[in-house]
């Protein structure tokens, strides 16, 4: 599974899941960085990517659209690059889950309690 990391989250980000998501990118990176959500959408169909968002905009689009792509919402607030981390590792399980259902489209990964 590889990985499209919205504005909203920071580019470090994916440098630190290069191990668990190869290949990952984040939207700056390839020149999207000002794209609406549309925009972002259809390039990550169109690549084979994954959405990383803490944007709820997307969650209608899976909705509304379906798989491909699948849409990760992380409900981390404003959480820090490495808090936001944290809750990806913490779910890894579910997101691979995820990724081996063909019909999933839409996965929210809260923030753990302490």
Do not use: C
């Not at 549309?38 to 659209?65: P, T």
């Not at 690059?81 to 489209?105: K, R």
Request: proline share 5%; glycine share 6%; charged share 20%.
């Amino acid at each position: 599974m590889k990985l499209l990391v919205d504005q909203n989250l920071s580019r470090k980000l994916v440098d630190q899941l290069q191990h668990e998501f190869p290949d990952s990118i984040h939207v700056t990176a390839v020149g999207l960085g000002t794209a609406t959500d549309r925009e972002l959408w259809q390039f990550a169909r169109e690549h084979g990517f994954a959405i990383v968002s803490k944007d709820s905009d997307f969650r209608q689009l899976a909705f509304l659209y379906g798989p491909p792509p699948k849409v990760i919402w992380l409900r981390v607030g404003n959480a820090s690059t490495a808090g936001a981390l944290q809750v990806i590792l913490d779910h890894l399980d579910d997101v691979l889950a995820f990724d081996e259902s063909a019909d999933a489209a839409l996965l929210v990964v809260p923030r753990l309690p302490n």
